[in-house]
């Protein structure tokens, strides 16, 4: 059975950090591609980063939504099946329930959620 399982988040003041960690099991965690996606309220779900299977700083792909790029750093450890987001100068519109995603990399490309874990930036 996979399971993602978010944690880190929490509430921070404007400019403040904050690291989120996804934990992995039930997978072979290094043929999946991981990711960060948030959902504030009354607002659709969207994509803040995405980090493909490699471990190697020199062959990761990475990308990141327009609204994080400079601030938030999405990583992986292979080793310990965890996924991680460095939230950086976070600003109030940062605040959302962020989502740990996992997708297989070769068919049938399945998909899982985490459960999701609450960032809150305000004064």
């Known amino acids: 059975q996979v399971q993602l399982v978010e944690s880190g988040g929490g509430a921070v003041q404007p400019g403040g950090s904050l690291r989120l960690s996804c934990a992995a099991s039930?997978?072979?965690?290094?043929?999946?591609?991981m990711g960060w996606y948030r959902q504030a309220p009354g607002k659709q779900r969207e994509l803040v980063a995405t980090?493909?299977?490699?471990?190697?700083?020199?062959?990761?792909?990475?990308s990141y939504s327009d609204s994080v790029k400079g601030r938030f750093t999405i990583s992986r450890d292979n080793a310990k099946n965890t996924v991680y987001l460095e939230m950086n100068s976070l600003k109030p519109e940062d605040t959302a329930v962020y989502y740990c995603?996992?997708?297989?990399?070769?068919?049938?490309?399945?998909?899982?959620w985490g459960q999701g874990t609450q960032v809150t930036i305000s004064t």
């Open positions: 995603y996992a997708q297989r990399t070769y068919s049938p490309f399945d998909d899982y």
């Open positions: 039930g997978v072979i965690f290094s043929i999946f591609d």
């Open positions: 980090i493909n299977p490699s471990s190697s700083i020199s062959y990761s792909d990475i």
